[in-house]
């Protein structure tokens, strides 16, 4: 049986930079600190930084939950992340924006208030 998100990797060109970065995005320092990976822990999953990856957008797209799309899509803008996808509605009150990192990798925003953290496994 597939559980839910876990981990989301994020190839990054430079570790420390990286690192900081998302430091200040998600507003936690590093549970996991080591020269071949870096891992955070953001509301019960992981986030993690690969040093030896290839960043970019070409990847997979992982939305990070937020209560308030439109103030974090300007905080995380004013941090150096570059406007990707534009805040759209989705349908059923979810909406979403794609952001992407000082690597290029897309660092996915969705408000769903349809979403149930009791159901997370």
């Not at 998600?26 to 999953?45: N, T």
């Not at 970019?56 to 799309?69: F, I, Q």
């Not at 406007?83 to 989705?90: E, K, N, R, S």
């Not at 794609?98 to 690597?103: F, G, Q």
Request: glycine content about 14%.
């Amino acid at each position: 049986m597939i559980k839910g998100l876990r981990t989301a990797i994020y190839p990054v060109a430079d570790l420390a930079a990286a690192k900081a970065w998302y430091g200040s995005v998600f507003g936690v320092a590093p549970y996991f600190d080591q020269p071949f990976y870096v891992g955070f822990s953001v509301g019960g999953f992981e986030l993690g930084l690969l040093p030896d990856g290839t960043p970019g957008a070409t990847g997979s797209m992982v939305y990070w939950g937020v209560d308030d799309l439109d103030a974090e899509v300007a905080r995380i803008l004013a941090l150096g992340a570059t406007l990707h996808g534009a805040i759209q509605d989705v349908g059923g009150g979810i909406r979403t924006a794609e952001l992407a990192d000082p690597d290029g990798n897309l660092l996915c925003l969705i408000d769903n208030p349809h979403f149930d953290p009791s159901a997370v496994r």
